[in-house]
């Protein structure tokens, strides 16, 4: 049998001293690392004036009333749940338009309850209104027609009279108005 080499008790190798401890990680004293933020961008309506020569056709919301006083009455309601709308503090980019959307479905509430309106079925829905339209005259003047076309998009005007009552409009979109053609009409022929 063979027997093993053993070690020398005097290594040949020693280790350098004029090298450089290396630093452990533990030696620093740690920080806690705090993430970097996120910037969000928050979409930011920007008021603009929009001018054409086409004409423009608004959807309006209608509420009439009688007297002065309760049309004044129930302008000030809106007005005040608007007021209350913006003042809430709410982190959404798109606060104003779901503040919108909410003044619009109280305002449909309203016109259900009190307008004496016929389309107070619809929540005060007129539909889209324009300069040249037919008008049903149970419903809408041409007086009327000429103050929607001079409101703007989310304001709510001061009662306005009309020789059917006072009227508490809103307009809640506008677009260009583009006529419709009407289609060719047909030779009437017989089916036989």
Same mark, same amino acid.
């Given at each position: 049998?063979?027997?093993?080499?053993?070690?020398?008790?005097?290594?040949?190798?020693?280790?350098?001293?004029?090298?450089?401890?290396?630093?452990?990680?533990?030696?620093?004293?740690?920080?806690?690392?705090?993430?970097?933020?996120?910037?969000?961008?928050?979409?930011?309506?920007?008021?603009?004036?929009?001018?054409?020569? /086409?004409?423009?056709?608004?959807?309006?919301?209608?509420?009439?009333?009688?007297?002065?006083?309760?049309?004044?009455?129930?302008?000030?309601?809106?007005?005040?749940?608007?007021?209350?709308?913006?003042?809430?503090?709410?982190?959404?980019?798109?606060?104003?338009?779901?503040?919108?959307?909410?003044?619009?479905?109280?305002?449909?509430?309203?016109?259900?309850?009190?307008?004496?309106?016929?389309?107070?079925?619809?929540?005060?829905?007129?539909?889209?209104?324009?300069?040249?339209?037919?008008?049903?005259?149970?419903?809408?003047?041409?007086?009327?027609?000429?103050?929607?076309?001079?409101?703007? /998009?989310?304001?709510?005007?001061?009662?306005?009279?009309?020789?059917?009552?006072?009227?508490?409009?809103?307009?809640?979109?506008?677009?260009?108005?583009?006529?419709?053609?009407?289609?060719?009409?047909?030779?009437?022929?017989?089916?036989?």
């Amino acid at each position: 049998m063979s027997e093993q080499p053993k070690e020398s008790e005097k290594t040949i190798y020693q280790r350098d001293k004029t090298a450089k401890e290396p630093k452990t990680v533990s030696d620093t004293p740690k920080q806690p690392v705090k993430p970097k933020p996120k910037i969000k961008k928050v979409f930011v309506p920007k008021k603009t004036t929009f001018t054409t020569d /086409k004409p423009m056709e608004h959807r309006v919301r209608n509420i009439r009333l009688t007297s002065k006083e309760s049309a004044k009455m129930i302008w000030e309601i809106l007005i005040d749940f608007q007021n209350d709308l913006a003042k809430a503090e709410i982190d959404d980019p798109d606060k104003s338009f779901h503040d919108w959307e909410k003044v619009e479905k109280f305002f449909i509430r309203l016109a259900k309850k009190y307008s004496i309106c016929q389309s107070k079925k619809l929540g005060g829905d007129l539909g889209w209104v324009y300069g040249d339209m037919t008008l049903p005259e149970q419903i809408i003047t041409s007086e009327l027609v000429d103050e929607i076309m001079k409101l703007e /998009k989310f304001i709510i005007p001061d009662p306005i009279k009309s020789n059917l009552g006072f009227h508490i409009l809103m307009v809640c979109e506008s677009q260009i108005h583009t006529p419709k053609e009407k289609p060719p009409e047909k030779e009437s022929r017989p089916l036989f």
